[in-house]
C-alpha cells in the first residue's frame, strides 16, 4: 500500500488543521491506520489510530484535542487537530498494517507516507 499524507501547515497556537492521508490499494479497510509525529532531533512518537473496526486509540498528550477517522470510501484517514499548541510543531506521518501488534508501537506498520509538517508559532 502507498500512503500520501498532506494538510500540514503553519498555524497559531489555538489554531486547528486537519490531515488527511490517502492510500492505495483495495483492501484499505482492513487495515489498521496510525499517525505518528517526529520533532526536530526527537524519537518519532506515536499520535493516534484506528483499527478496521473503528476503534480508535490516543497518545496521552493528546488530551481530546485530536480526532483520527477514516474514510473507507475515499480510502482515506484522517487527523483534526484542534487547540494546537507549540509543542505540536513536527512532521507528522501516516502508516498503514496489516499485521496483528500493538498500535502504539511504530515497530507494528510496514507502510509509510512521506509526512507533512506541521508547525505551530506561539
Known amino acids: 500500500v502507498q500512503l500520501q499524507a498532506s494538510g500540514g501547515g503553519l498555524v497559531q497556537a489555538g489554531g486547528s488543521l486537519r490531515l488527511s492521508c490517502a492510500a492505495s490499494g483495495r483492501t484499505f479497510s482492513n487495515y489498521r491506520m496510525g499517525w505518528f509525529r517526529q520533532a526536530p532531533g526527537k524519537e518519532r512518537e506515536f499520535v493516534a489510530a484506528?483499527?478496521?473496526?473503528?476503534?480508535?486509540v490516543y497518545a496521552d498528550f493528546v488530551n481530546g484535542r485530536f480526532t483520527i477517522s477514516r474514510d473507507n470510501v475515499k480510502n482515506t484517514v484522517y487527523l483534526q487537530m484542534n487547540s494546537l499548541k507549540p509543542e505540536d510543531t513536527g512532521v507528522y506521518y501516516c502508516?498503514?498494517?496489516?499485521?496483528?501488534?500493538?498500535?502504539?508501537?511504530?515497530?507494528?506498520?510496514?507502510?509509510w507516507g512521506q509526512g507533512t509538517q506541521v508547525t505551530v508559532s506561539s
Open positions: 484506528i483499527r478496521s473496526s473503528d476503534r480508535t
Open positions: 502508516a498503514a498494517s496489516d499485521l496483528s501488534g500493538s498500535s502504539f508501537y511504530r515497530g507494528s506498520y510496514p507502510y
